[in-house]
């Protein structure tokens, strides 16, 4: 029995395998999202998570046996669905991977390492891969446009859950699975769907991304080999909508139009972070350093972040005890701004979060909602900061840089792509790795992305 009168399932079905003719500002943005993914995990493979999941998948050093995916920056192999974990999760490691409204959702750690993991089971060009990019988010903001904002507002975290879905969308094209075989990988990924925000601001919000990829990548391999699931899996009273939305709505028209209006091209549909930290600071965290100059030598007295209603929900630490804590408090982004005059990589770590004027400047700062933006969906950040000889400074981002009006430039952009991944590769390589990643979109054999992956 069906929900809603048409089939996303079929839907999804039909767009996953035959949707083509992208336009150049798409794919040029998706080429872009591919090269700082990559960035995010050639970091994301020296952070803490890495360690305990090189422990438990299996792995191996030489490329031979099995169908061998590499681990980004570690020069070790992995079954597809195991590597598609592992990369997933280095990708989100820092929180410093890209942004999809409305979905409020991580596309790039999810799509990417599916990307990879089919690298050995279905060679491909490079542009097919960028073909497939597209077709992932396309799925994410849709998904993002039917839920949100009541999904994520009841404690679910879209990486997961939209991000299985778009998982098993590429894979299925890359597999260039048949439609049957495709409505059964939706409908064993729809079962495998699931992450919860409380674990936001530990470990487990990154392996949310690493969860969806391997999500998506077991079932097309399932569904190709016959294992079978329930048709429909989507709209069934039972199934993936309606216990999603839970007493909320569902607007099935935006899964009714996949490849109209594309998701890359929309006004939020993919954002670039400039800084390793929830997108919801960044607003606030830019406004901190455009006022640090103006505060520069005085004391301050008291901070007041004017921000939307929707930052609540993220935003959940005030006084981090760590340094993933330290990326959903606002309140030690705004202060680290203003004291530092930068925020990045060296931002969280155990000695900053220990900072004791950072420490000492949170109780000052207040966040509250401000009329101005109360019901924005961009976390617009006004900030004002008032200083002990009674001066009162202001600053307002209403869009954060990395949003599509405001793109990442390819200076930017390779100076983010070699702060991530020095710790991996030494420059030549890094040098070498991005101009590959920029030349993605043509017939680039899918085995360059594995020789930048290794490290």
């Not at 799509?111 to 960028?130: C, D, Q, S, Y």
């Not at 079978?228 to 139009?257: C, M, N, Q, V």
């Not at 993220?314 to 705004?334: D, M, N, R, T, W």
């Not at 390589?429 to 979109?441: C, H, I, N, Y």
């Amino acid at each position: 029995m069906s929900v809603i009168a048409s089939s996303p399932t079929r839907q999804l079905v039909e767009f996953a395998l035959h949707a083509k003719g992208f336009a150049p500002l798409a794919r040029k943005r998706a080429v872009d999202a591919i090269t700082d993914c990559f960035a995010c995990m050639l970091a994301g493979a020296r952070e803490p998570l890495a360690e305990p999941l090189l422990r438990v998948i299996g792995t191996w050093r030489e490329p031979g046996g099995a169908p061998a995916v590499p681990l980004v920056g570690r020069a070790q192999y992995a079954a597809p669905a195991d590597a598609a974990l592992f990369n997933g999760a280095i990708a989100h490691a820092l929180d410093y991977d890209d942004t999809n409204h409305p979905a409020y959702a991580h596309p790039s750690a999810v799509i990417v390492p599916v990307l990879l993991a089919m690298a050995p089971l279905a060679p491909a060009t490079g542009r097919e891969l960028v073909d497939a990019y597209i077709v992932g988010l396309e799925v994410f903001g849709k998904f993002g446009r039917a839920l949100n904002t009541a999904h994520y507002k009841r404690g679910w975290h879209a990486t997961a859950t939209f991000g299985t879905l778009a998982a098993v969308a590429v894979a299925g094209r890359l597999l260039r699975l048949d439609e049957h075989a495709m409505e059964m990988a939706i409908g064993i990924a729809a079962s495998a769907a699931g992450g919860l925000r409380v674990n936001f601001g530990s470990m487990v919000k990154p392996l949310h991304a690493g969860y969806a990829a391997r999500n998506g990548v077991l079932a097309a391999l399932l569904a190709r080999e016959g294992l079978t699931s329930s048709a429909g899996a989507l709209e069934h009273k039972y199934g993936y909508l309606r216990l999603f939305a839970g007493e909320g709505a569902i607007d099935a028209a935006p899964l009714a139009a996949l490849g109209e209006q594309l998701e890359i091209l929309s006004e939020y549909g993919i954002a670039l972070k400039p800084y390793p930290a929830c997108g919801a600071t960044h607003p606030g965290i830019e406004a901190a350093i455009l006022l640090h100059d103006d505060i520069r030598g005085k004391t301050i007295e008291s901070v007041r972040a004017g921000v939307c209603e929707m930052a609540f929900e993220p935003l959940i630490y005030v006084q981090p005890e760590g340094a993933l804590q330290g990326k959903f408090s606002l309140h030690y982004c705004v202060a680290a701004g203003l004291l530092d005059g930068k925020v990045g990589l060296a931002t969280f770590t155990a000695d900053k979060i220990a900072d004791a004027r950072i420490r000492a400047l949170i109780p000052r700062i207040a966040m509250e909602v401000d009329e101005r933006v109360r019901h924005d969906s961009e976390f617009a950040t006004i900030l004002q900061v008032r200083t002990a000889d009674g001066q009162v400074y202001e600053r307002s981002v209403p869009l954060a840089l990395g949003k599509p009006a405001r793109w990442l430039n390819a200076a930017q952009l390779k100076t983010k792509f070699d702060d991530c991944g020095r710790v991996a590769l030494p420059q030549d390589r890094l040098d070498t790795a991005f101009a590959t990643l920029q030349s993605l979109d043509g017939e680039l054999p899918v085995s360059a992305l594995s020789e930048i992956a290794l490290g």
